[in-house]
Structures are given as structure tokens and as C-alpha cells.
């Protein structure tokens, strides 16, 4: 293998020696530049490490083509498959490559050596999604004690990592422990092999002192490869805070696809009152759940202090609350007491937050429910017709809101609208369809964002002349106000019979038993806070941009919330630089930017997309009417016919943004300076042994699981 590999390095130092000599009267013709296309190789084995790197270009939209291992059709990587030309000008098919290890191919293959050959002539990064620490690599072998978990580690950025691709982060990189029970990472610390050129980009301890690479950079044979040693998957916080670096280096900064951590928190039921679980009943008097149950409702609702204390959180954190409210709340409450004090201080604090449409009175917009027992199903007429909410009902709920909002100057963008529960839109089991009548209400209302539920229905859809805004709702209960109310009803949803709860969690497909209940003075601090910001802050750093929400309740008496989302702030504010703000974005501009990410990820995954470079070109062809998302250096211009425009806008160290072609052309041309392909480097590398493709995958790596024991609330608990 070492004579193959050394033959491919002699051929390709022979072809770069012709591509820059000089011109003259003996020298071989000039050379064009050659293309790169912007196309990532992923080599997979269906390991979690190279599928969790998948997951993140799939994120951010980065295309790639993926060669399965496991497949006995795949394609053969040979010189051919990887490179070839294009109008007489060389073609590299990918701008990286991307493999399970160091070698999954096995002893002596041609395959790797075809890869050398092809990285080396065109300057292609590699990155090794996880292998082992030995000289092959670079690194030298761990000593005792340095092959082991990483459970709850505290991993760091070296300096070369922060000035390089993980400049983004703050320095800290925390492995998860989830749990005592269950491994659920695993590495091999160890310091540069003596002589290797090879850089550390994170680091952690050594068990004898001094520090050893977990991710670092290896230049050998003119090649860069970037080797990781150690397990995760694509949940995992530690791999989370390093897949946008990972990605950074592999595409030197340029590449289709881009990733912001977006943060937006909804306020549901804004000037109505929510009614409170019944400890004693385990269900919420007044509502559904409590049909047939007794008790008498106990309404919660915000006061005039707690909206002081809302507009004075929301600018002590930097963080604008989305207020989603309910116009009749308030003109029910005045009427009653003589006045609305709520109203009142919100209203005189308008400018402090952003509002939107929930409808008038809150009513339940899809079927007409028969409540008579839980659950409850839709109402029927003689003919067993099923009985909708007619589209005058729904269209006047809408109207008279939004003239409301006009009367009391709320800043309002009338394309905006949540329904009571997310209602007209389809409920399963009981309403698999949405109500007809809800489209045709919409339009007459010039709806264009109409808020879903994530847990329901993830996927952004349209609603007759609407796009759904799916949202994900907080496992902070609409009808609790107490710490202690929350840990009860809590307990009732996640724990067994046994343990005197409904026992949902044995049966239900999307949660999970808790071992035994929660202690109703302590739990919602120790257990709920720390869960519940963690799922956050892991939608917010796999760079979902959908909102999340909860309910006024949730700011009033205890003001359970507000922990939660402070969790997230903070933890997010310690991990990430200045360079990498929570990007905070309004109910209509988030949907506007899933449906533009749909249109091209579904261009990418059908092969619609060109993209390329030569030199300092960027040259992308996309379908008519779909933009281009793409991540770009500082200083990237987009050309025009005469002169040119800046490009995005600064995030993460880089540009990123959407681009269409200018005016008169069929396609975006970019211009980005001062970006070279990788240089060559010197150092000399054999092939790793077999013992690469063995190497330890902890039990809580291997279940690709979301982290957490306790999964999703049933929709029915958030209204």
C-alpha cells in the first residue's frame, strides 16, 4: 500500500508540476484552472459519527452524494468517478470528502488510493469521522487511561481552533452525561505524534497532565485530513457545537447552505386566562379533559405586575417576546372589574414586544366537538355527516381580533395568525382532516402564516392561500401558574399506574416513563429546568429556526417560564462568541424562510442545482424562481453585468444569506477573494491498520436517540 500511495503522490506532483510551468516556446501548453464543484463526498458505513456529519449537511443544505458501504451496487471511487472535465477544463466531482475513519476500505485498496491521488492533485480535505489516536494518523498512542469515556468532559478550543474553523465558539466544549447508567461517549486522548504536522482544534485532559486532541488537523503527502476521535451522533450537544466548524473546514468556508441559531419564543392566550389543573381530579375543570369530572374552574391569568416584569425581562436578556393574544380576554375582564389593569401596562409597553393574530374569543375552529366524554370526537348531523365550524365563525374571529389589535396600535403584521389550539387545522385521531371551511376564511383575511403544531405536524404545509409556521411547544403546562402544579400533572403524564400516575407513558409512542414521580417541591427546579432547556437548545443549535411557545399562565404567579428560557440564554450565551448571536426572528419571517429552504433543499435533493468554482468564482445555477442559500468568506461580492454587490451578511465569521441571479443574468455569479484551495503539505503517512474500522461505539451513541428520558407532551396539553 505504501508503494501504491507514494506512485499516486509521484503521478500527481508530476501533474502539478506541468499545470504551473512557465510559457514558453518548450513548455507544454497552459493548463485552464480547474473546477471544483461545490459537492461534498460522503463515504458512509451507517456508523452514527458519518451519519450525524450527513444530518448536518442535510441541515444546512449542503449537497452532497452519499456512497453507501453496505451496498453491493455502490460505485467504485476511482479516478474516474471522482474527477474528469468539462468543456476541456479539469473537474474535481466534490469539494471534500467526508469517511467513516481514516481507511474503511481495507488493506491495500485502490480506492484509498485513488482518493490520495485526487485529494492530493486538487487539494481536497478529508475529514475522518471517527478513528483512533496512533501515528498514522499524527497522533501518537494514548497513554493508560486516555482510551476511555468522555462522559461529562470538559472539552476546550484550542487557540488554533478558536482563529481557525471553530472560531464561533466561546472555548468550552461540554460532553454530555445524561446518565450514570448508560456510556454515551467514548475517545482517544493523545498529544501530536513526534514530527506530525498536525494542529489540535479541541482538546481535552490527559489522564498524566497536558492535553490531548479529540479534533485536530493533519497535513501529510500534500493532503489535510481532520481527525476526530471520538463517538457521537448527530443529537449529541459535543457534536452540535463542532458540526458547523466540521463543515467550515471541510468546504474551506464556501459552500450551498447555510446555518443561523434562531431563538423565538411565543406567548399564547395573551389577555385571556387559562383554566387550572386539578391535582386532586388529574384533569383541568372547565376544560375537555375534565369532562363529566366535577370541580370549578380556577382561571389563571397574567397581572399588571407580571407584565412589568415580562417587558423588564425581555430587555435584561435581549430577548423580544412574541405576545399572541386574544382581544375578548381583555374586553371580558374590563366589563366584569371595571377595568384592565393587564391591558393596560401591555398596551402602554406595546412597542417592547411583537403581537399576533390568536382570534377574538379563542374558540375551537375545526370540527364542532361533542365534549360529552373524553376524548372527545366530532360532532355528527342525521346524516353522520361530520359538522364543521362554519367560515363565517372563523372569518369573524379573525376580523374582529385583528381590529382590536388596529384600535389598541398594536404593531401587528396582518399576515399572521394562531388559531385556539391550532384549531381548523387537522386533529388526529379525532378531525384527520382540516376544516374546509378554514381555507376560504383565511383568504377572505389575507392570511399568508397561519402557526401549527410541531408535535403534530412538523413539516411546513400550506392552508389554502396560508403556509403553516409549525411550532414547538414547551413542556411548560398551559394550565399551571405553580412550580408545584407543574411537577403534579407532571407526574400524572409520565409515570406508571404503579407509581399513581395516568400511565400514558407505557403505552404512548412518543414519551417515556419517569422512574418514580418528582418530588412536587423540588423537581420542577432539579429535573424539568434542566430538561426542558436542554431539548430547547437543542432545537436552537441544530439550526431549526421554528418558534417555540407557551402560555401567559406560564408568566404569571410562580412565572415558571421564565427559568426555563433563561437556562437556554445563558448556556447558549457561555458556549458561543459574540460573532454568533440567538437570531430572533418574527412569526411571517420565519415562515418565509422555511418555504425558501424547502424550494431549494428539494432542488438540491433533485439533482437541480449546479454550483462550481474556478479560482475566485462561484458560478450557481438553480431551478427558475428558487434562491440560493449559501455560507461564503468575508469580502464575497456577487458580480453584476457592470461591477458588483456585497454578498449576505456576517455570521458565525463567515457570510451567509439568500441570492438570486442579478438582473439580466440566468445565474449568480460570486466573486470571493483571498480564498486559495488548501496548500500543500509534507509530511508522510501509511496506511492505518484494520484495527480503525473496530473501534468502540458507547450504547447512547448507537441509539441516534434525542437526549433525555422524557420525550414530548401529548399535544392535548398545550392549547
Known amino acids: 500500500m505504501k508503494n501504491t500511495a507514494r506512485a499516486a503522490a509521484l503521478a500527481a506532483g508530476a501533474l502539478l508540476l506541468t499545470l504551473t510551468a512557465p510559457a514558453g516556446a518548450s513548455a507544454a501548453p497552459a493548463q485552464p484552472q480547474p473546477r471544483v464543484d461545490l459537492r461534498v463526498l460522503l463515504v458512509s458505513d451507517g456508523g452514527p459519527a458519518v451519519e450525524a456529519v450527513r444530518a448536518e449537511l442535510d441541515a444546512q443544505g449542503t ?45 491495500g485498496s485502490p480506492e484509498l488510493a485513488a482518493l490520495a491521488a485526487y485529494e492530493q492533485r486538487y487539494g481536497i480535505p478529508q475529514v475522518d469521522a471517527y478513528t483512533w489516536a496512533n501515528p498514522e494518523a499524527g497522533l501518537g498512542y494514548p497513554e493508560p487511561g486516555d482510551s476511555r469515556s468522555l462522559d461529562g468532559v470538559q472539552a476546550a478550543v484550542t487557540e488554533a481552533g478558536r482563529s481557525g474553523p471553530f472560531g464561533y465558539l466561546r472555548g468550552a466544549v461540554p460532553f454530555e452525561d445524561n446518565s450514570p447508567s448508560v456510556s454515551e461517549s467514548y475517545g482517544f486522548l493523545a498529544a501530536p505524534a513526534p514530527g506530525a504536522d498536525f494542529t489540535p482544534y479541541v482538546d481535552a485532559p490527559l489522564a498524566g497532565g497536558g492535553r490531548g486532541s479529540l479534533v485536530g488537523e493533519y497535513r501529510h503527502d500534500g493532503r489535510r485530513e481532520l481527525v476526530v476521535t471520538f463517538a457521537y451522533n448527530q443529537y449529541q450537544q459535543q457534536f452540535r457545537l463542532l458540526a458547523r466548524g466540521i463543515v ?11 446555518s443561523r441559531h434562531h431563538f423565538t419564543v411565543h406567548v399564547d392566550d395573551v389577555f385571556a386566562a387559562d383554566d387550572r389543573w386539578d391535582s386532586a381530579l388529574n384533569c383541568t375543570p372547565g376544560d375537555i379533559d375534565c369532562a363529566g369530572g366535577g370541580g370549578e374552574p380556577d ?21 423580544t417576546l412574541d405576545l399572541v393574544y386574544n382581544g375578548a380576554g381583555s374586553d371580558q375582564y374590563r366589563e366584569q372589574e371595571g377595568g384592565d389593569p393587564l391591558a393596560d401596562r401591555l398596551l402602554a409597553d406595546r412597542a417592547d414586544y411583537r403581537w399576533v393574530n390568536h382570534t377574538y374569543e379563542h374558540p375551537f375552529l375545526g370540527c364542532v366537538q361533542d365534549v360529552s366524554a373524553v376524548p372527545w370526537k366530532c360532532a355528527t348531523d342525521a346524516s353522520g355527516a361530520v359538522r364543521y365550524v362554519p367560515r ?17 396600535k398594536l404593531p401587528l403584521n396582518e399576515k399572521e395568525l394562531v388559531t385556539g389550539e391550532h384549531s381548523g387545522l387537522k386533529v388526529l385521531p379525532q378531525q384527520p382532516a382540516d376544516n374546509p371551511n378554514l381555507a376560504p376564511a383565511l383568504a377572505e383575511n389575507g392570511i399568508g402564516w397561519l402557526g401549527s403544531d410541531n408535535s403534530r405536524e412538523p413539516a411546513q404545509r400550506s392552508a389554502g392561500s396560508a403556509r403553516t ?3 414547538y411547544p414547551m413542556n411548560i403546562f398551559y394550565n399551571v401558574g405553580r412550580a408545584e402544579e407543574q411537577v403534579d400533572e407532571y407526574n400524572w403524564i409520565y409515570t406508571r399506574r404503579a407509581d399513581g400516575g395516568s400511565g400514558v407513558c407505557e403505552t404512548s409512542p412518543v414519551t417515556t416513563c419517569l422512574d418514580a414521580p418528582l418530588d412536587t417541591a423540588t423537581g420542577y427546579r432539579d429535573r424539568i429546568v434542566p430538561l426542558e432547556s436542554a431539548l430547547a437548545l437543542g432545537h436552537v443549535l441544530s439550526g431549526d429556526v421554528r418558534p417555540h411557545f407557551i402560555h401567559q399562565s406560564n408568566l404569571a404567579e410562580d412565572r415558571i417560564a421564565y427559568p426555563v428560557l433563561e437556562k437556554v440564554l445563558s448556556s447558549y450565551a457561555s458556549l458561543f462568541a459574540a460573532n454568533t448571536p440567538l437570531v430572533n426572528p418574527r412569526m411571517a419571517d420565519t415562515g418565509e424562510e422555511l418555504r425558501k429552504r424547502a424550494a431549494f433543499q428539494d432542488a438540491v435533493r433533485a439533482n437541480k442545482v449546479t454550483a462550481y468554482r474556478v479560482g475566485e468564482t462561484i458560478t450557481v445555477q438553480t431551478p427558475a424562481g428558487v434562491e440560493t442559500l449559501a455560507t461564503m468568506p468575508a ?3 456577487q458580480n453584476l453585468l457592470l461591477g458588483s454587490t456585497p454578498f449576505g451578511s456576517a455570521y458565525a465569521g463567515r457570510l451567509g444569506g439568500w441570492v438570486s441571479p442579478a438582473l439580466l443574468q440566468g445565474q449568480v455569479s460570486l466573486n470571493v ?3 486559495p484551495l488548501a496548500p500543500a503539505a509534507t509530511a508522510s503517512r501509511a496506511q492505518l491498520p484494520a484495527e480503525v474500522r473496530k473501534l468502540p461505539v458507547p450504547q447512547g451513541v448507537r441509539k441516534q436517540a434525542a437526549p433525555g428520558p422524557v420525550r414530548q407532551a401529548p399535544p392535548s396539553r398545550g392549547r
Open 63 to 107: 449537497p452532497y452524494t452519499r456512497v453507501d458501504l453496505n451496498s453491493a451496487g455502490r460505485p467504485v471511487l476511482t479516478a474516474a468517478f471522482l474527477a474528469d472535465s468539462v468543456g476541456g477544463r479539469p473537474r474535481a466531482k466534490f469539494q471534500a470528502v467526508v469517511l467513516p475513519d481514516a481507511n474503511p476500505f481495507g488493506s
Open 673 to 675: 477573494p483571498n480564498a
Open 392 to 408: 363565517s365563525e372563523i372569518s369573524q374571529q379573525i376580523s374582529e381580533n385583528r381590529r382590536w389589535g388596529q384600535k389598541a
Open 469 to 471: 409556521v409549525p411550532r
Open 635 to 637: 469580502g464575497t461580492r
Open 248 to 258: 467550515d473546514w471541510m468546504t474551506q468556508g464556501i459552500h450551498l447552505g447555510a
Open 299 to 319: 382561571p389563571i391569568r397574567m397581572t399588571a405586575e407580571d407584565a412589568a416584569y415580562a417587558r423588564s425581562w425581555s430587555r435584561e436578556h435581549g430577548l
